[in-house]
């Protein structure tokens, strides 16, 4: 090569790598041969050595940093978490050392709810503490220090509570024992007093002495909105065995009976199918019942008692019940427009009612079936808007009161047979905070209730007969 070109190649060569010293440029370059020929130009030829980049060695420098900062990134994250958890702690050490500062130095004697909210504390703690040993990588000290304090509680709660000074704790003890025993005596008497057959129908009984938990049936099949309504079982004295079930849901407001639907059987009900629906114009509230194939209801905005034929869908006779209030005047508590609430028992057809003279008392009155005329009337001593609903077997009223959102009571009876009233308590639990409805039938013992949109039954047991 030319000594002009080997001068321009030197100096490409310096621009393409880093700086290196005077010395070590003159050992890179000094292995070379060179000439000169005839005419007096050098030639000569220079060896370098190998200059090739190692991209994979590279490459595999970059994988390894990589995970290695990850690896550094996640044991950062758990140290500053076990940090934030030691402090935590810290505090609750702090907290229960306070508490029990506290327990020593007062004279006050504590419940068995103190004490167990102490051991949930430190129970939970020695969970948190059992767990960071075994993640923990490193020193343990800290958490030794840690779970040793937290077993010194535990042993001092422990002797705190067996040191209670007024043994208010064994006091305790022995009143739920005996609460149990008494609950248990009071089960086996209840047994004793219903555990007896009833045939349908039949009156033979001391009334009623207890109910049962609620039983879902069903939502009604107008939906969750339509939360006022009425639902039961018709009853047929001549033919008992008959199972025609209906449904009775209010419009969306809580006065207007419009539609009502049929079931012959209660599988039919529960599955939606096979129903009869039909409609009506003339309802109000849901005080109907449906009984020997007839629904009897409040004529809208009167005080007239209306009889629907069920076959033809059409009001065959109307009648006035004499003084009764009408249009919202003494309807149940939390229920509107139920002035009239009509009842079935075995001996036939009732309604429930109040009077401007009654000031608001129920009126019970007989009523004849056929001709829908008063047979009889009596007046009790009960508030009727301060009842939630009422409900007649063999004679005698029964009324419910909210206890609240999930329980109501059967709190007042009224027998029509002797003229006595008087106060009981049989509790009974509901699915949802409002009872609209409550319709009793004679052959199953049940008692048929809409509750906020849903269909609910309960079974009724029966006191013993005094002989």
């Not at 009604?220 to 079982?233: D, I, L, M, Q, V």
């Not at 509107?336 to 000031?359: C, H, K, P, R």
């Not at 004849?368 to 001593?381: G, I, R």
Request: charged fraction near 25%.
């Amino acid at each position: 090569m030319k000594a002009k070109g080997l001068a321009l190649l030197l100096a490409f060569l310096h621009l393409q790598t880093t700086p290196i010293t005077a010395h070590l440029r003159s050992e890179l370059f000094s292995n070379f041969n060179g000439s000169v020929d005839d005419h007096g130009i050098c030639t000569c030829s220079v060896v370098l050595p190998d200059t090739s980049f190692p991209a994979q060695k590279v490459e595999n420098l970059e994988i390894t940093v990589s995970v290695l900062t990850e690896k550094f990134e996640k044991e950062l994250t758990k140290v500053k978490e076990y940090t934030k958890m030691m402090q935590l702690f810290e505090q609750r050490l702090l907290n229960l050392s306070i508490k029990i500062r506290v327990m020593e130095e007062t004279s006050i004697s504590y419940n068995k709810l103190d004490f167990e909210l102490l051991k949930l504390e430190v129970s939970e703690m020695q969970k948190l503490v059992i767990e960071l040993k075994s993640s923990f990588v490193g020193s343990n000290v800290i958490i030794d220090q840690l779970e040793l304090e937290i077993r010194n509680i535990t042993l001092l709660v422990q002797e705190l509570e067996s040191l209670d000074k007024n043994n208010i704790l064994a006091i305790r003890r022995e009143i739920v024992a005996l609460k149990n025993r008494l609950k248990e005596c009071e089960e086996f008497r209840g047994q004793n007093n219903t555990d007896f057959f009833i045939p349908p129908g039949s009156c033979g009984h001391g009334g009623v002495a207890n109910i049962s938990k609620p039983f879902i049936v069903q939502l009604n099949w107008r939906g969750a909105a339509y939360k006022y309504g009425a639902w039961g079982r018709d009853y047929t004295p001549m033919e008992p065995t008959k199972t025609l079930y209906w449904v009775a849901p209010l419009s969306t407001g809580d006065r207007y009976l419009e539609y009502y639907r049929l079931y012959d059987t209660m599988d039919d009900l529960q599955l939606y199918k096979y129903a009869r629906e039909f409609r009506i114009q003339y309802g109000d509230g849901s005080g109907m019942v449906i009984y020997n194939n007839f629904m009897y209801f409040n004529y809208y905005s009167t005080r007239d008692i209306a009889k629907l034929d069920l076959n033809t869908n059409t009001v065959t006779l109307r009648k006035n019940l004499p003084n009764a209030v009408y249009n919202n005047r003494f309807s149940y508590a939390g229920v509107n427009w139920q002035d009239m609430d009509f009842a079935v028992d075995e001996t036939g057809l009732w309604v429930i009612y109040s009077t401007e003279a009654s000031t608001g008392n129920i009126v019970i009155s007989k009523i004849n079936d056929t001709s829908l005329e008063v047979l009889n009337t009596w007046q009790t001593m009960q508030y009727k808007p301060s009842v939630t609903n009422a409900f007649i077997v063999c004679g005698v009223l029964y009324a419910i009161r909210p206890m609240n959102t999930r329980k109501e009571e059967i709190f007042y009876y009224y027998d029509t047979n002797t003229g006595r009233e008087g106060r009981m308590s049989i509790i009974m639990d509901k699915m949802l905070e409002k009872i609209q409805s409550v319709n009793y039938h004679p052959l199953d013992h049940k008692l048929y209730v809409y509750n906020d949109a849903y269909l609910l039954t309960y079974d009724l047991s029966f006191q013993q007969e005094l002989q």
